[in-house]
């Protein structure tokens, strides 16, 4: 399984930008995909996720109403619409995919994610 995530860049407060994220390889077992991020010094921390079974979305409380996952299962891939962004979302953005969890796995935690992307760059200036 190999994830690619890309779309990030330097931005300006108030502008948009869509992340992608393209996954290969075996689909059998997958649960659902999220997306996490880092900024420097802190830990990575969950932004949105959708679970397969049920195309159930969660979101992070700091994106609600701003940021939108979606999927393209023709496409396979994994997108992240973020709008009116401000300083603080700039971070190392991760795709993340997890398999053959119970339907009740935690989206918003690292441990039940079983592959991840590279990381793509969203800088985000005031």
């Known amino acids: 399984v190999q994830l690619q995530a890309s779309g990030g860049g330097l931005v300006q407060a108030g502008d948009s930008l869509k992340l992608s994220c393209e996954f290969s390889?075996?689909?059998?077992?997958?649960?659902?995909m999220g997306w996490f991020r880092q900024a420097p010094g802190k830990e990575r921390e969950f932004v949105a996720a959708i679970k397969w079974s049920d195309d159930t979305i969660y979101y992070a409380e700091s994106v609600k109403g701003r940021f939108t996952i979606s999927r393209d299962n023709a496409k396979n891939a994994l997108y992240l619409q973020m709008n009116s962004l401000k300083p603080e979302d700039s971070a190392v953005y991760y795709c993340a995919a997890a398999y053959y969890r119970s339907s009740t796995y935690n989206v918003r935690t690292l441990g039940p994610y079983d592959y991840w992307g590279q990381g793509t760059q969203v800088t985000v200036s005031s």
């Open positions: 390889g075996r689909t059998a077992g997958k649960v659902g």
